[in-house]
């Protein structure tokens, strides 16, 4: 027979002591690997975005003092010649929201390389198209082509650069956009002074080529950008929806439609008031203007330094004040005065578009791309229509009118920055 145990005979075992757990977290597994200021990686991104930036504004720009060569080769008034660069630009504002889309689902860094490289080569052709309808064709082909830098530079450096460097990166690549607007326009006027403006042109693609190979060989590779798969029309407009319910994106859309408003006017029509009397200036020695552009190279980059010392707000107030103060100034007859109020002007666009741009990519916390390309598109918006309603005052009241005008933006773009910082949204 078994014998039961009693309770009182057990003998109870006593429990293994409990291990030790520590729990350790890898803060590198999530965390971004952001380029920082001061790095080997931070200097050839800076030069990478610099020749992307000179490029393309170079081959969108370079036509302008073209014009009176394209009418007499082609038979063909001002207005019709006019098309070299408004179509390109027209094509570009629409093709900016089309690659913001196409952009999430491909590599940012081959899209803005192909993108530089195609419009380059498209540039060079033109040199050897002799048919005026084939080669506006071909300017408009441009404009799409050249959708892939503009607003996929700017989403690419709000995602790889450290938030608290984005604005000197940005100012780094705003600048060699200031370089190559400046370069295209006074260096094909000065270029047509020895060669054939198709030469000029096919100068202008080879060196823009070069630019492209220079760009894909020094911009570092993506760490924060992710490879998704294409997504249908509704999740992008879902995307540009939510950008444009955001009161501070709004204010930013907002901005960059009147920066640029100011700016391209003014330059638009000041070309036309010093081809006339008493100023007489030839096409060439008009296109030398142009040079104030490297101010406002040095201006985007020095609101990249005042943006860390002083609040957003101000450094967008000081680019409207000084778009203000510079368009008072050209209403004096000294063409001194003229070319010191023309140099305040872009000082102030490039300081202003700077602290703008950067703050889209600081304020937008997904759908980047997205954001970037609401941003350029309402940028180009503010090229196109106000530049048209300018020609109409110039016609109508002459420059005093242009300089209301213009004056009357600048107030409306303070009264912006006020809102903004009233609310506290920068």
Not at 116 to 124: E, G, H, Q, S, Y
Not at 288 to 294: C, N
Not at 384 to 394: A, E
Request: aromatic residues 12%; contains cysteine.
């Amino acid at each position: 027979m078994y014998q039961t145990a009693l309770p009182a005979q057990l003998k109870l075992q006593p429990l293994p002591p409990k291990p030790k757990v520590k729990l350790v977290i890898d803060k590198t597994a999530d965390s971004k690997q952001q380029i920082s200021k001061g790095t080997k990686t931070f200097k050839l991104a800076s030069i990478a975005l610099f020749l992307l930036g000179f490029a393309s504004f170079s081959l969108i720009y370079g036509v302008q003092p073209l014009f009176p060569n394209f009418s007499q080769d082609f038979s063909v008034n001002s207005a019709e010649s006019s098309l070299m660069l408004s179509l390109t630009t027209g094509f570009l504002s629409f093709s900016i929201l089309m690659t913001s889309a196409f952009a999430v689902g491909i590599s940012r860094k081959q899209l803005m390389f192909w993108s530089m490289l195609i419009a380059a080569i498209l540039n060079a052709a033109i040199a050897k198209i002799y048919n005026w309808e084939f080669m506006l064709v071909v300017r408009a082909a441009m404009g799409v082509v050249l959708g892939g830098v503009p607003a996929v530079a700017m989403a690419w450096l709000s995602e790889e650069i450290e938030s608290k460097d984005l604005p000197k990166a940005m100012g780094i690549y705003v600048a060699g956009t200031a370089f190559g607007a400046m370069l295209g326009r006074v260096g094909m006027g000065l270029l047509t002074e020895y060669v054939s403006w198709r030469a000029a042109m096919a100068a202008m693609g080879g060196l823009c080529v070069i630019a492209a190979l220079g760009f894909l060989y020094l911009l570092p590779n993506a760490k924060n950008t992710p490879i998704l798969k294409k997504k249908g029309f509704a999740y992008h407009a879902k995307a540009w929806l939510s950008h444009l319910k955001v009161r501070a994106l709004q204010c930013s859309y907002i901005m960059g439609f009147l920066f640029t408003s100011v700016f391209v006017t003014l330059f638009n029509y000041a070309t036309f008031r010093l081809a006339q009397a008493p100023y007489n200036l030839s096409p060439t020695q008009i296109s030398l203007i142009f040079l104030t552009f490297a101010l406002g190279m040095v201006s985007s980059s020095i609101s990249g330094y005042l943006i860390q010392r002083f609040q957003r707000t101000t450094i967008m107030a000081m680019g409207y004040g000084l778009l203000f103060v510079g368009g008072l100034v050209t209403l004096h007859e000294s063409l001194y005065a003229i070319i010191a109020g023309v140099s305040l002007c872009t000082m102030g666009f490039f300081t202003g578009h700077s602290a703008t741009s950067s703050f889209v990519g600081k304020t937008a916390k997904e759908h980047k791309g997205h954001a970037t390309a609401l941003y350029l598109l309402f940028y180009y918006l503010g090229s196109s229509v106000m530049g048209t309603i300018g020609g109409w005052v110039w016609d109508f009241s002459g420059w005093g009118g242009v300089v209301l005008m213009t004056s009357g933006v600048c107030i409306a773009g303070l009264a912006v920055v006020s809102f903004l910082k009233v609310k506290k949204l920068a």
